[in-house]
């Protein structure tokens, strides 16, 4: 099993900053992808940035400039650096990976309890 467990989200005001970081635990073999969703009251779960195994990244339009993703490997944590927060950020975010249990597992989605963040106008 893989356990991820986010922590960083909280109240701000417009302008300000957070730092949300997520950590994969388990019998993880190896984990590829790793990434930042979010999911704001009555609204589907969206994207917020990935990161892959080599380091590219990719980031929602609403984010581009402002949120940065990073990863440390050998620690299996994923980070997302959050500036300039506008009231629309505040949603409950979400740390995912895609690993495998052991060299010859299919790889796997794996999901955090989520962590909120709210952003006061």
């Known amino acids: 099993q ?5 922590s960083g989200g909280g109240l701000v005001q417009a302008g300000g900053s957070l730092r949300l970081s997520c950590v994969a635990s388990g ?8 990434g930042w969703y979010r999911q704001a009251p ?30 440390d490997k050998a620690k299996n944590n994923v980070y997302l650096q959050m500036n300039s927060l506008k009231p629309e950020d505040t949603a409950v975010y979400y740390c995912s990976c895609k690993g495998r249990l052991g060299p010859w597992e299919d790889e796997s989605e794996y ?6 963040v709210t952003v006061s106008s």
Not at 111 to 116: C, D, E, I, L, P
């Open 111 to 116: 999901w955090g309890k989520g962590t909120q």
């Open 27 to 34: 019998n993880i073999f190896r984990i590829s992808n790793m």
């Open 42 to 71: 009555t609204k589907q779960r969206e994207l917020v940035a990935t990161i892959t195994y080599g380091g590219s990244t990719n980031y929602a339009d609403s984010v581009k400039g402002r949120f940065t993703i990073s990863r």
């Open 2 to 6: 893989v356990q991820l467990v986010e």
